[in-house]
């Protein structure tokens, strides 16, 4: 169901606190990023069997790789021995993978291979790296930390209903990858992400291309989705921007040649953050259009961390408590909702 609903009662945001102090980051990394289902990578990164990459999620390491028979796992980058960290480098292809400590070797699904001084038998629940939830769809690789977790697809069936439309995205690879930290909180770069009312101010060559006064933003159970017509002349494909819970975007252009993009947005400390984002084609072969999307992304993407690295400044204040939506901020109201749920706070 979509919601697209404009209320003209200024109501609170989330409490500026919850922005800047160290007791609500660790919150969430219990209450949202150790219980939700967390892109980690695209199936591209994991052509060949040994193929592997490591990936930081709510304070643990874990390790994304693909056995010999084709499938692929994920499991935490932790000896089982003496709880050393077993994998150093971020990707890479190996046979098994060594902990550098006692010299413990384990296969490619994170079972033991061999343990110096040990009887196998004598291993019990440590004769392997302990396995992490884990779920591909539509070559997206999503991970979740609790084993309790409901499926993928059972927990965003409203997103797979909605991307399934998308029948091009299985035959795209990942061309390339860039991060940046940004000096600011998770939430306001989701924030940030969720309203276009500062678009016209802050995105001139954003605001040229797409047709603003019929700009919309929708809501659903676990993901929103902003949308517009092009403005008349502009030769531009379509474009539909999701958000889908808690930390990724996924910008879709769906025309001949049809492209993505994602920005996985991880919380490092209560004011900085790690932007990932990458962009996927068919083809290695980056034509003149992709390079100008990329420009032209890349553009929009640098003025949003200009804004909420200047907005995080300002969240130390003592002038105000908390902000207010303006009428059409419901995407971000959508999201607070969401938050509040997760982190057991009262509406």
């Given amino acids: 169901m979509t919601v697209n609903t404009k209320s003209n009662k200024a109501s609170a945001t989330l409490p500026y606190k919850n922005y800047v102090e160290q007791q609500y980051f660790d919150e969430e990394k219990e209450s949202i990023f150790s219980k939700s289902w967390v ?46 960290r077993v994998e150093k480098s971020t990707s ?4 098994v993978f060594l902990c550098s400590y006692h010299g413990w070797s384990f296969k490619l699904d994170g079972k033991v291979n061999r343990a110096p001084n040990f009887d196998e038998d004598s291993l019990g629940d ?5 396995t992490i939830n884990l779920e591909v769809y539509q070559s997206l690789i999503f991970v979740n930390l609790d084993p309790n977790a409901k499926p993928f697809r059972s927990e965003y069936s409203d997103l ?13 690879k990942r061309i390339r990858t860039t991060e940046r930290v940004i000096e600011a909180n998770w939430k306001a770069v989701v924030d940030n992400y969720l309203e276009c009312d500062h ?15 019929n700009y919309n933003i929708d809501t659903y159970n676990t993901y929103t989705c902003q949308y517009s017509e092009m403005k008349q002349g502009e030769e531009a494909d379509p474009a539909f921007f999701y958000w889908v819970w808690p930390n990724l975007m996924i910008s879709i252009y769906p025309g001949e040649e049809g492209n993505i993009t994602t920005s996985q947005i991880l919380p490092i400390s209560p004011n900085q953050s790690l932007a990932i984002y990458s962009y996927y084609f068919r083809s ?64």
């Fill in 39 to 84: 892109f980690v990578g695209h199936m591209s990164q994991l052509e060949n069997v040994g193929d592997f990459f490591t990936f930081e999620i709510a304070g643990e390491s874990i390790i994304v790789s693909k056995n010999n028979d084709g499938k692929v796992n994920a499991f935490y980058n932790i000896c089982p021995h003496r709880g050393t």
């Fill in 92 to 95: 890479g292809n190996k046979k």
């Fill in 126 to 130: 440590h004769n392997c790296m302990t």
């Fill in 160 to 172: 797979v209903e909605s991307l399934d439309q998308y029948k091009f995205l299985n035959s795209l």
């Fill in 199 to 213: 678009c016209k101010i802050a995105h001139p060559a954003f605001s040229k291309t797409f047709d603003m006064e």
């Fill in 284 to 347: 290695e072969e980056i034509t003149e259009k992709q390079e100008e999307l990329i420009q032209f992304v890349d553009q929009v993407r640098k003025e949003d961390f200009d804004l909420v690295e200047l907005l995080q400044t300002g969240l130390h204040s003592k002038a105000f408590d908390n902000g207010i939506y303006s009428p059409t901020e419901h995407g971000l109201k959508h999201f607070h909702k969401q938050y509040k749920e997760a982190m057991g706070m009262p509406e």
